[in-house]
């Protein structure tokens, strides 16, 4: 039995524990460059196509940034159950790996869009917060907000997500929503 104390187990310890932060740090930054470059070229998309191919490879990135592979499978599930309509199901699924996963910025970014199709605006829009937190970036959480405050007759935060969103994917579909923002808006002061 080893001492707990002994100076080879102290050292072992210590080694393995900085192998760890070395290996997870290049990780974390070969990810984020990825991404970097993803969203370098979203902005510079010279077409709709171009634009959306991108925007495919970063919700691949997105959908499979778990810390192993059985959060990524239970990602997956998720996903599934989502799309063929089990919200409670998926909700439990994505709240159990957000738990799991605390700076996932994606299973957030699920119990957020599950909270919009339910109806329960408010709570998705501290989902949506929490998601933007940890990906500022997350041109779906902020496609979701930009809705919400639609739906809630804030025009003018509506038309504020709409030009963030815009900033971070020029080409992507939501901004034909502009004009209706202004429309209304225009009209909530009169």
Not at 80 to 90: F, M, N, S, V, W
Request: include cysteine; hydrophobic fraction near 40%.
């Amino acid at each position: 039995m080893v001492d707990k104390h002994s100076p080879f187990l102290k050292c072992y310890l210590k080694y393995t524990f900085s192998f760890l932060l070395i290996y997870f740090y290049l990780i974390f930054n070969a990810l984020s460059s990825d991404l970097r470059e993803l969203f370098l070229n979203l902005k510079k998309a010279p077409d709709l196509t171009s634009a959306q191919i991108i925007e495919s490879k970063i919700w691949d990135k997105w959908l499979s940034s778990g810390s192993d592979n059985e959060s990524n499978l239970q990602m997956k599930k998720g996903t599934i159950l989502l799309a063929q309509g089990e919200l409670d199901k998926a909700l439990e699924l994505f709240e159990d790996l957000s738990k799991k996963e605390p700076y996932w910025a994606e299973p957030i970014n699920k119990i957020a869009t599950i909270q919009f199709l339910k109806g329960d605006y408010f709570s998705s829009i501290d989902y949506i917060k929490l998601t933007l937190s940890l990906e500022p970036r997350h041109f779906g959480a902020i496609s979701g907000l930009t809705q919400i405050n639609i739906a809630l007759k804030k025009y003018d935060k509506a038309l504020k997500n709409l030009d963030y969103m815009t900033n971070i994917y020029p080409l992507n579909s939501i901004k034909k929503l502009r004009p209706f923002i202004i429309i209304m808006l225009k009209k909530s002061y009169i």
